[in-house]
């Protein structure tokens, strides 16, 4: 499915990441494997520290926590969001929608959009989606996306395909209108019979969550895990990865009449460097046009990979210069979305920590 | 046993060194070999012959033994 729009932008760009780091050789004795195993592993996907939130923070937490630096430095003025998006897979609640929690402790207008999405690791690509079709609407003149995970709280810390590789984070990026008349190009896809590739098993209503979901056992890959934790069938979404993304990325610019090499960015969803070196080669891309160095510094934070790729590597440089980037998430759905767009002279581009420290309140 | 076979049982023996892969006929359901251990075996088998396998050939049945492994690396090349 392909969408177009105009005369939209993002205006600015924070990552907020929790202080708190673990490193990968800290965690070896964890796994049930033999350390030289562990230390290989290391090389080949690119893992080596990721940041985690303490006990007891929620994804809405980092999100407030970047916000309220935004309204007090002036960044961002409460009364010009018109809408907000949170897109999360670990809310705080079930019910109500954590957007509408934000919305309520940050005191924000009650004429305005309140919207949760449950998305992962292309989240960043769908949130923008749905954003710029907000933005479409008169009423509309100003969308907060919020891209927010705590999946390390999901994932047992003895699962050696899935903890070190993860990380936490949040990202703000505010959508708005633009003189520029240049198209955005995006497209998207969803594969909803594999959506038992990444999942969390129990919790839900399907399978409640109870002492025997909760019960950690060795699974077939070695590695220990209950039902209630993230699981991930490593190869099919390899798979998935390795034969949807290249014809989306070729739709993408094939719609947009644009030329592989007139990209000056591809800041990808990032789940480990291997896969993301064989997906360059693959497209034909410089692996050097597309960053692969989030999860080694962060780890995989879901659908914030793209944000923190793009701050991480560009930084404050994208407050002056701008440029042509092909955004691409995928993952949990299965889900796989691409964007064409022209990011730059943004008012803010920046990362920050969230204090260990730091204690929200219900 | 060619010397193309011993390569990819040393690289085994090296990735799983307490895994016994000679009483094995499928690495992959006798749990031998993870999605993890295959992402480390791909990129030890790149960098020995120079190659880089594709995404799209990094399928569960390419690694169940050193015959598919072997017969995998001939697809790009690797004489056995």
Known sequence: ?362 | MTELTQTIHSILAELRPEADFSMSVDYLTDGLLDSTDIVSLVASLDARYGISIEGTDILPEHFTSVATIARLLGKYGVAS
């Open chain 1, 1 to 362: 499915m392909n969408f177009t729009f105009r005369n939209m932008r993002i205006g600015g760009l924070l990552v907020v990441v929790p202080e708190n780091e673990s490193r990968y050789a800290d965690e070896w004795d964890n796994y049930n494997f033999p350390v030289a195993n562990s230390r290989k592993l290391q090389n080949v996907i690119g893992i080596d520290r990721h940041r985690l939130v303490t006990e007891g923070t929620c994804a809405s937490d980092l999100a407030l926590f970047g916000l309220r630096h935004l309204i007090d430095r002036g960044d961002l003025q409460p009364d010009e969001i018109d809408g907000l998006i949170l897109v999360t897979e670990t809310p705080d609640y079930f019910m109500p929608p954590t957007s509408s929690v934000i919305q309520g402790k940050l005191g924000l207008s009650q004429d305005m959009w309140c919207l949760d999405l449950n998305q992962g690791c292309a989240g960043f690509a769908v949130g923008l989606i749905q954003g710029f079709m907000m933005l479409q609407q008169e009423s509309i003149n100003r969308v907060v996306l919020v891209n927010a995970d705590t999946l390390t709280r999901t994932c047992s810390p003895q699962d050696r395909n899935a903890y070190p590789l993860l990380g936490d984070a949040a990202s703000i990026a505010i959508l708005e209108p633009s003189a520029d008349p240049a198209t955005i190009h995006a497209n998207l896809q969803m594969d909803g019979a594999q959506h038992e590739k990444i999942m969390i098993p129990a919790g839900g209503f399907r399978l409640p969550s109870t002492p025997d979901t909760a019960q950690v056992e060795l699974a077939s890959d070695g590695n220990y895990r209950g039902q209630d934790h993230y699981h991930m069938d490593g190869i099919a979404v390899l798979n998935f990865v390795q034969n949807q993304i290249p014809p989306l990325i070729e739709n993408l610019l094939s719609t947009a009449a644009t030329r592989l090499d007139e990209v000056d960015w591809f800041m990808f969803h990032q789940p480990n460097r291997f896969m993301l070196e064989k997906l360059a080669d693959k497209l034909g891309v410089p692996r050097k046009k597309l960053p692969n160095d989030v999860v080694e510094h962060y780890g995989n934070a879901s659908s914030v990979t793209i944000p923190t790729a793009i701050t991480h590597t560009l930084g404050a440089g994208l407050t002056e210069n701008t440029y042509k980037m092909c955004l691409c998430g995928f993952g949990v759905g299965l889900t796989c979305s691409s964007l064409l767009l022209q990011i730059g002279g943004l008012r803010f581009c920046e990362m920050m920590d969230y204090p260990s420290a730091q204690q929200e309140t219900a």
